[in-house]
């Protein structure tokens, strides 16, 4: 069974940054596309972005230009580098990946506040 752990979620001022962490127990994110979704209360959940097997990455509208996801093989790890935050990003962030994303995290809480 294939688990998923994200970490690094936290309180921050608006303009802040944050490293988001997802670690996986296989190198699921080595063979397949890592992608991090984010829910916040009585929204849907979006996909912020995805990194495929190849490095191509792709990010939402609402986050591009201030986010960044990379992908450590090494480690078997994926990261969310958020950068300019804004209260609108307040979520709890997903990490997910393996075929079809069958994989999830349990998720890490982003909080953009004063």
């Known amino acids: 069974q294939v688990q998923l752990m994200e970490s690094g979620g936290g309180l921050v001022q608006p303009g802040g940054s944050l490293r988001l962490s997802c670690t996986a127990s296989?190198?699921?994110?080595?063979?397949?596309?890592a992608r991090w979704y984010r829910q916040a209360p009585r929204k849907e959940r979006e996909l912020v972005a995805f990194i495929t097997r190849g490095g191509v990455t792709n990010y939402s509208s609402s986050v591009k230009g201030r986010f960044t996801i990379s992908r450590d093989s090494a480690k078997n790890m994926v990261y969310l580098q958020m950068s300019n935050l804004k209260p609108e990003d307040t979520a709890v962030y997903l990490c997910?990946?393996?075929?079809?994303?069958?994989?999830w995290g349990q998720g890490t809480q982003v909080t953009v506040s004063s």
């Open positions: 997910n990946g393996g075929v079809n994303g069958g994989y």
């Open positions: 296989t190198n699921i994110f080595d063979v397949n596309t």
